[in-house]
């Protein structure tokens, strides 16, 4: 390992929290400002890049295969680095913020693999991004089992042999740690801290448990990000000491412009890839985001009206698919987002065979894995997965050669058969208000309705009701959308709200401000890139 220089990076503006020193140690902050120095300047750029790329789109409506990475895709040559033993059967990967009790549920699951996350679903107060650390590394210290003081239940790890293995999502490029800055009073990026403390802190441990620093890498717009998070990959290894190939990292796949470099993103991680994965909520936002003026034939329905088997989903799942095996990565599907209900077996019935349908579907289109949001799920998707896989780790050799994905077939979004509902807008609006209030108090992954809602969800929440107000979208009721119709569904949910749950815990909650910030970033005509980084500003602690 490198001799630390002194850290300059400051903690500012955070209470102290039992335990920080044993993640915010010198020699760890020395790491993590080295990767700032480092690295940021060329995040800075990128993100500029994608404010340029935007642009281009918002003139041309359009996208494509790039014409100067031609040769990349030409080249059948090339393939990723092979898996390692712990990521090579990722049947069932498991996902969730990195509080104890998860950490312990995930790790206990029956799932391959636990996505550690400390984006979507972990809303990034200080005290979330220290302690899910420390989670880590009590997990890997197998210090990690606790009773619940309040509900007396106890919590313990299984034999090492049982557990799932971990993957770690650090936040995306976009998002700041405003908690910690360096001399000049910049923020550290927060994939930084994220990445960097886990590596830090754990790379050598999980290496000699036979495993490795496994993470996957969100809201990637462009293989240059990708090329970005390689070189992060191989100065931390050289810093620290262990062999190049060590990080492995599965890239999420949730961005339109992502869809078409796929296997420059995979070459540019090549010693470092392990896969892509589907992400259908993000995927969705992007396109939103992307085309929000590109007219009528880009206006979605209703977000749950846009299953996988919609033929612009299917085009990028397929295309995805044939991507991975033909470079020898693994292909991992999308979520399984429902929560089941305690109290009502008909609801878990008919969710249940949804699920099932929905893994059989990506088994048989030869995904090797997919993701549920909940421990009960695992045995379903095992089931699915086990049917297609057997005794098999994963299916590469199904090379999917009968795909053909034009760029135009990515960008098909008119050819679902599909409008949008007012029952749209009203469940965009109770979404968008209730998981907003939730992570304004620390949360970010929240079961509403029977669904596991993260940021995601509510990023197409807003995004399509920002959408249908400036595509003058007219509902199955005859009804326009306009601003004025999306503050009367609110208000009328914030009332519901205060009748459903009272006025003592109304009052103790944000939901007021969750309700100004949903209508904020729906409403605006500058549309916000993400809706986090306003609500970063209002989140305490």
Known sequence: MSAPAPSPLAIVDAEPLPRQEEVLTETALAFVAALHRRFTPRRDELLARRAERRAEIARTSTLDFLPETAAIRADDSWRVAPAPEALNDRRVEITGPTDRKMTVNALNSGARVWLADFEDASAPTWENVVTGQLSLIDAYTRNIDFTDPASGKSYALRPAGELATVVVRPRGWHLDERHLTDADGTPVPGALVDFGLYFFHNAERLIEAGKGPYFYLPKTESHLEARLWNEVFVFAQEYLGIPRGTVRATVLIETITAAYEMEEILYELRDHASGLNAG?????????????????????????????????????????????HKRGAHAIGGMAAFIPSRRDAEVNKVAFEKVRADKDREADDGFDGSWVAHPDLVPIAMESFDRVLGDRPHQKDRLRE??????????AVDSLDARPTYAGLVNAVQVGIRYIEAWLRGLGAVAIFNLMEDAATAEISRSQIWQWINAEVVLDNGEQVTAELARKVAAAELAGIRAEIGEEAFAGGNWQQAHDLLLKVSLDEDYADFLTLPAYEQLKG
Not at 285 to 307: E, Q
Not at 402 to 411: E, N, S, W
């Open 402 to 411: 009968d795909v053909d994905v034009k760029a135009a077939d990515l960008l």
């Open 280 to 324: 259908r909520w993000d995927y969705l936002f992007s396109i939103v985001k992307n085309f929000r003026d590109g007219g009528a034939k880009f206006v979605l329905p209703d977000r749950n009206a846009v299953t996988m088997t919609a033929p612009f989903m299917r085009a990028y799942t397929d295309l995805l698919v044939r991507t991975c």
